[in-house]
C-alpha cells in the first residue's frame, strides 16, 4: 500500500492572480487556433527563471525547462533555441527590448523568477508578453511546498496554454497506468501513478495480484481498479490522499471495468450472464446494484457523458462490435458507428462534444474521433495494436496504448491531439497500458 504522504502535497498550490502592469489582456494578436486541421505552432522563448541565490537560480533553470518541455509537447508552440537568445533577462520587472526578440522571430515570450521562502515552500511568478504588441498578455504567481516545485512549471504551462488558446491547460495533471515488467509470458503488473510527463512516478500495488483498467473519478482524489488478489475480479477504490482503499465488492462476472460517474457517486461496468453481458450501475453509497441493459447480446465497455445523462458502450447486438449512445437511467440505445470495421473502447469527452474510440479493421487498430450523434468521425491514429484511450481534462489530448510486435515486443503509452499530426510517446521505467487521465489537480 502506498504511503500517506506520497500524495498529501497534492493539494497545497496556492494560486494568487494578479495582472501585473496591464489591467486587460492583448489576446488579439497573440492567439492560436486549435481547431483546424492543421496548427502552425507559436515560437516562444522561454528564458531560465531569475533568482537571487545560486539555488534559487537552479531552481529557476529546471521550472523553465518544465515549461519549455510541456508547451512543446503541446504542438502549439515551437520554443526557441535558448542559445539563439539576444537578450539576457536579468530584471523580472523591467520590460523586455522586444527588438532583441523579434529578431529571433519570437512572437510570446514568458520572463519568471522562483524565490524560496522562510518557511520552506517555493515561489514562481512569471509574465506573459506579446512581442509584436509590446503588451503583456498575464501575469500570475503561485506557491507550493519544496516537494511539489514541479507543479509550479505545470501551473505556469497551463496558464499560459490558456491565454493563447482560450481553452484549459493539462499539464497539471497525473496519469494513471499498469506498469508491466519482467518477460512477456509472465508480467509483473502494477498499479502506477506519475505527471503527465513522466516524472514523480510512484508505484501503489506491489506486483503479488494482477491489477487492471484503472479508473479516476471527477475529483482526482479516488482511483477505481480491478484486482485478481483472490482469483476473483475485484473492484477497489483508492484514497489517494490517504493510500486506503476499500472492496465494493467481488464480480465473478465482471466483463469490463468500472467508470465513474460524472458526480462520482456510481459506477457503470458491465457483468456476464447466460453467454451475453449487460451493463449495470452501482451507487457507492449504498452498493445497490440496478441492470441497465437487457439483451442476449454482449454490451459492455461503458462511458458516461460529462453530463451524466447519457451512457455510450459497444455491442454486437446488430452482429458486429458497434457503438450505441442510450440514456443513463437505461431505455433504448442508438447506432453511432457505421464505418468499416469493428468499435470498441468508447470514452466521453470531458467537453462531451466527442467520443473517443478503438477500431478494428483488417489486423489494424485505430484511435480515432466521432461526434456524440456519429457524425464527424477521424482517424487520428492507426498501428498494428492501438487500445484503451483516455482524455486530457481539456478534451483536446487523448493517450492511449500501443503494443509492439515480436518476443520482446510489449506495451508503451502515447499521445495525440485531435489533429492527428502530434502524436508523442510517453515516458515510462517500463512497458505501460491502460492509461487514465486525471482531471487538473486542485
Known amino acids: 500500500m502506498p504511503k500517506k504522504e506520497l500524495f498529501t502535497g497534492w493539494m497545497m498550490v496556492v494560486l494568487a492572480a494578479w495582472m501585473l502592469l496591464l489591467a486587460t489582456p492583448a489576446r488579439a494578436v497573440l492567439q492560436v487556433q486549435i481547431n483546424r486541421g492543421q496548427v502552425q505552432p507559436v515560437p516562444v522563448a522561454v528564458p531560465d527563471f531569475l533568482g537571487r541565490t545560486q539555488d534559487e537560480r537552479v531552481l529557476g533553470q529546471k521550472v523553465a525547462e518544465i515549461i519549455r518541455n510541456n508547451l512543446a509537447r503541446s504542438g502549439l508552440f515551437r520554443i526557441i533555441d535558448p542559445a539563439a537568445y539576444i537578450e539576457r533577462i536579468n530584471s523580472f520587472d523591467a520590460p523586455p527590448q522586444f527588438g532583441s526578440w523579434r529578431v529571433i522571430k519570437a512572437q510570446a515570450l514568458i520572463v519568471g523568477r522562483v524565490a524560496a521562502h522562510p518557511d520552506g515552500r517555493v515561489e514562481g511568478a512569471f509574465r506573459l508578453w506579446d512581442v509584436f504588441t509590446q503588451r503583456q498578455i498575464l501575469g500570475l504567481k503561485f506557491i507550493t511546498s519544496k516537494r511539489e516545485w514541479r507543479r509550479v512549471g505545470h501551473k505556469i504551462s497551463d496558464a499560459v496554454y490558456k491565454a493563447v488558446t482560450g481553452d484549459e491547460g493539462y499539464f497539471d495533471t497525473r496519469i ?56 476473483v475480479p475485484r473492484v477497489y477504490i483508492l484514497d489517494l490522499a490517504t493510500g486506503q482503499r476499500r472492496m465494493i465488492g467481488e464480480f465473478p462476472r465482471m466483463s469490463f471495468a468500472p467508470r465513474f460517474s460524472p458526480d462520482g457517486r456510481r459506477l457503470v461496468f458491465s457483468l456476464l450472464e447466460n453467454g451475453g453481458s449487460n451493463l449495470y450501475e452501482m451507487d457507492l453509497a449504498t452498493r445497490r446494484i440496478r441492470q441497465l441493459t437487457n439483451t442476449r447480446a454482449i454490451d459492455t465497455a461503458p462511458s458516461y457523458s460529462p453530463d451524466g445523462r447519457f451512457i455510450v458502450f459497444e455491442s454486437d ?126
Open 176 to 231: 494513471v497506468f499498469i506498469d508491466e515488467s519482467g518477460p512477456k509470458k509472465k508480467r509483473v503488473k502494477r498499479l502506477a501513478i506519475m505527471d503527465q510527463d513522466g516524472f514523480n512516478l510512484h508505484y501503489l500495488t506491489d506486483g503479488r495480484a494482477l491489477v487492471l483498467t484503472p479508473r479516476f473519478s471527477p475529483a482526482a482524489q479516488r482511483i477505481a481498479y480491478l484486482s485478481y488478489a483472490t482469483g
Open 317 to 442: 447486438r446488430e452482429g458486429s462490435q458497434q457503438l450505441y449512445v442510450m440514456p443513463a437511467p437505461g431505455g433504448p440505445a442508438k447506432r453511432i458507428s457505421f464505418g468499416r470495421g469493428r468499435y470498441s473502447t468508447p470514452v466521453w469527452s470531458p467537453r462531451g462534444d466527442m467520443i473517443a474510440f478503438t477500431r478494428m479493421r483488417r489486423g489494424r487498430f485505430a484511435i480515432g474521433v466521432m461526434r456524440p450523434d456519429g457524425s464527424g468521425e477521424r482517424i487520428l491514429t492507426e498501428g498494428y495494436h492501438n487500445e484503451g484511450p483516455t482524455w486530457a481534462p481539456n478534451g483536446r489530448v487523448i493517450m492511449f496504448f500501443r503494443t509492439r510486435r515480436g518476443p520482446n515486443g510489449g506495451p508503451h503509452l502515447y499521445s495525440v491531439d485531435l489533429t492527428g499530426y502530434n502524436e508523442r510517446l510517453v515516458p515510462t521505467p517500463n512497458f505501460a497500458s491502460d492509461p487514465a487521465w486525471s482531471p487538473l489537480l486542485k
